[in-house]
Structures are given as structure tokens and as C-alpha cells.
């Protein structure tokens, strides 16, 4: 099983993206309401418990816990165990007291759902985000063997990163690799060939593929990250045989002994990738700086490169790059409602399993605010009172 993690700023976004596939009537994206706790799929019923629930902690902005559980496609796994399994997970991740909806998705070859949770608890605390990624796959891993699921190699223990669902989409349709797998074969093959950082750098610069050492002014190496073809990546988003420190200890890389060989290729791959003179000028984004710059390739790259998309060449500081998917599952940006939802109450059509918790802890958050309903409005009434009684008091 694999798992998605992606912490976000609008609750209503991510949501409305579960919505419209809940409503869809292309039956083929349209997705189940597996579980809820909020007492209603209105959407002013919906925000009116996100606003009560998110004025307890009006300063927390990255409110909303969005993830993915992926089970492999060829595992039949029912509604009920499905659910099952969500529900321990987000015990697992410290969700015990929270709002929270599981839908499950029908769009793609695998079983898999999504949880969407507001890390806002009932009780007015907040759920850390703290080591998310790692502690959500260890939680998988865990699940894996509880219900005899699919076992998948551990983020730690996988050496190259499988590719994403742009990435498999974009084979399918065009028949090409992206340039990151492309990269991993090209990185992994310049490995294998090689017994130094020396002939690592040669056999990378032969196949096109220039490399950026992240290098201190003492010479001390922390990072590595590739380019080709203009796409330029860190080793991380290779994966894990490709990072600098796995790197290393595989060519036995030794500071004094390769620190000429370093500066050399950082000289040559800033030569190949120089950065514009107007580069960070004011009112540009990330975006526009990186379509400006022009990449100096050798011949035999040069056609290909032509219709590949620019990247960010390399300052002459220890700054690296890498790429950042495109995911509409996990876009949290659009809070816009979705178009033709029902008006009314969809509880004779979903499951709403814990209902009745969420209406009694809302009822407890409730009684604990005055008639105004508005918490922060209550807080700030009594600390002008305070403040009064103690000017009295002087």
C-alpha cells in the first residue's frame, strides 16, 4: 500500500475536488462516500463547522490533512475493509478526534481512497504535522501485514522512485519516458560503470548528463542534482541511490582526493546551464526565470532539446533544484464550490458512520461559546473586560 501525503490551506478546495467526483455522472470517475463525521453534505452546513472548528486556532493556515491509500491492482479490497483499514490509519496518524470525510476513487487500474482531515481537533487542540511522510509510511507498512495487503518497499528501502501519475499518463499517451526516468536509467547505468567520483562524472558527461555537486567553501560536498536535456533534478527526486550521501559511499568519494574533479564538472555544468543577467529581476516568478534560460548542450542533444521544457540552471552558490509534480489530486489552491451539487442532504444516499460523535462534540464546542456563536468575538469581549477591571483595579 501505498501512501500520498499533502498538507494544505483550503479544506472546501480538496474537498470540492472529492465532490465532483461523488457527483459525477460519468460513471467511471465517480467516486463513494465511504465515511463522514460532519452531520451534513450541505455546503453551509459543511463551512459552518469549519468555521467553528477553525476559530478555536485562527492563526493555523495549513489546516487540511489530504492523502491517498493505494493498494496494488490486483488486490480486491470491499468497501468494508476499505473503510477499515482508513479509519485505523488516521487513528494511527493522531486523527482521533477529528473532522474528517473517506471517499473512495474509481478512476484508476488500482483500488484506493481518499482522506481528507482538518487538523483542527474537536477539543480545540491541533494535530501535529510533524514528520508526516515518514510516520505515514511506517503506518502503511504496518497495515500491509494486519490485513495481508500488498507489500511495497518502504520509502527508506526503495532505490529509485517509481514514476508518478503524470508520469505514467504522459507514456501512455505520447509512448515516451519523462525526462526523469530517463535520468534514472542514464544516472543508474553511469553508476554501474563506475568504480570513482572521477569516472562517475565521465561516464555521466558522455551520455549528455551534466551533474552539480552542492559544494561549500570548504570543499564539503552535502548534495548532488542532474541535468539533461534542460530538465535539471536533485538525487532525492531520482531516488534514493542517486542522492549524494548514497552516492559516496558507493564511489568511496574521499574530499581531498576528488575535490579538483568536483569543481571542474561544477565549472563545466554552469558553463552549459549560465544564468541569465536578468534573471531575478523584480516582478518575475519562478516560472518566467526558468522558460528564460537557454541551455548550452552538445550537438547531439541539441534536437532534442529543442522541444523540451527549460529548467533552472545553477547559480555558482551551493543552491540545487528539483521538480515538483503537477498533481490535481492534491491541489488545495481552488476553493471555489463545484458546480450542479445537490441542495439537499445526502444522508439517505451515504453512509455517515460517525455522525452522531460529531454532532455531540460540535454540541460541547457550542455550549462552551455564548449566544453570539462566535468564539473569537467571546475571547476578545473578555479580554477588554479583564483589561478594564484591572485599570479599575489601579
Known amino acids: 500500500m501505498i501512501t500520498k501525503v499533502s498538507i494544505g490551506t483550503s479544506f472546501m478546495g480538496a474537498l470540492n475536488y472529492n465532490l465532483q467526483k461523488l457527483y459525477s455522472k460519468d460513471e467511471s470517475q465517480k467516486a463513494e462516500l465511504l465515511a463522514t463525521n460532519f452531520a451534513s453534505l450541505k455546503q453551509q452546513s459543511i463551512k459552518n463547522e469549519l468555521r467553528l472548528l477553525q476559530s478555536l486556532n485562527p492563526r493555523l493556515k495549513r489546516n487540511t490533512f489530504h492523502t491517498s491509500l493505494n493498494f496494488g491492482k490486483d488486490e480486491v479490497i470491499s468497501n468494508d475493509k476499505m473503510l477499515t483499514i482508513a479509519e485505523e490509519y488516521i487513528k494511527k496518524m493522531g486523527f482521533d478526534n477529528n473532522a474528517y470525510f473517506i471517499f473512495r476513487h474509481h478512476d484508476t487500474g488500482h483500488p484506493h481512497c481518499h482522506i481528507l482531515v482538518l487538523r483542527n481537533r474537536f477539543d480545540g487542540t491541533v494535530v501535529s504535522d510533524s514528520r508526516n511522510y515518514q510516520r505515514s509510511d511506517q503506518i502503511a507498512r504496518e497495515l500491509e501485514i494486519k490485513y495481508n495487503l500488498e507489500q511495497v518497499k518502504s520509502s527508506q528501502e526503495s532505490k529509485v522512485k517509481s514514476p508518478d501519475k503524470d508520469e505514467i499518463e504522459m507514456a501512455l499517451r505520447t509512448g515516451k519516458a519523462s525526462q526523469r526516468i530517463v535520468l534514472q536509467e542514464l544516472v543508474g547505468a553511469a553508476l554501474k560503470k563506475s568504480n570513482n567520483i572521477p569516472s562517475f562524472i565521465g561516464h555521466l558527461e558522455k551520455s549528455g548528463v551534466y551533474v552539480l555537486f552542492n559544494q561549500a567553501s570548504t570543499g564539503r560536498v552535502s548534495g548532488i542534482s542532474y541535468c539533461y536535456g534542460g530538465f535539471v533534478a536533485k538525487g532525492q527526486a531520482l531516488g534514493n541511490q542517486f542522492k549524494w550521501g548514497q552516492v559516496s559511499k558507493t564511489l568511496h568519494y574521499e574530499q581531498a582526493k576528488d575535490l579538483q574533479s568536483i569543481d571542474e564538472a561544477n565549472h563545466r555544468t554552469r558553463a552549459a546551464y549560465p544564468k541569465g543577467e536578468n534573471d ?102 473578555k479580554k477588554k473586560k479583564e483589561d478594564k477591571n484591572i485599570g479599575i483595579g489601579r
Open 280 to 381: 531575478y529581476s523584480a516582478g518575475k516568478s519562478t516560472v518566467d526565470r526558468m522558460s528564460n534560460r537557454t541551455a548550452k548542450l552538445p550537438e547531439s542533444n541539441l534536437e532534442e532539446s529543442k522541444n523540451s521544457s527549460r529548467s533552472n540552471p545553477f547559480e555558482s552558490s551551493n543552491h540545487s533544484f528539483e521538480t515538483r509534480s503537477t498533481n490535481k489530486e492534491t491541489d488545495f489552491g481552488n476553493d471555489r464550490e463545484p458546480e450542479n451539487l445537490p441542495s439537499s442532504d445526502q444522508g439517505s444516499t451515504n453512509s455517515f458512520f460517525h455522525a452522531p460523535s460529531a454532532i455531540a462534540s460540535l454540541g460541547d464546542l457550542l455550549a462552551a461559546a455564548s449566544t453570539t456563536g462566535n468564539v473569537n468575538d467571546d475571547s476578545k469581549r
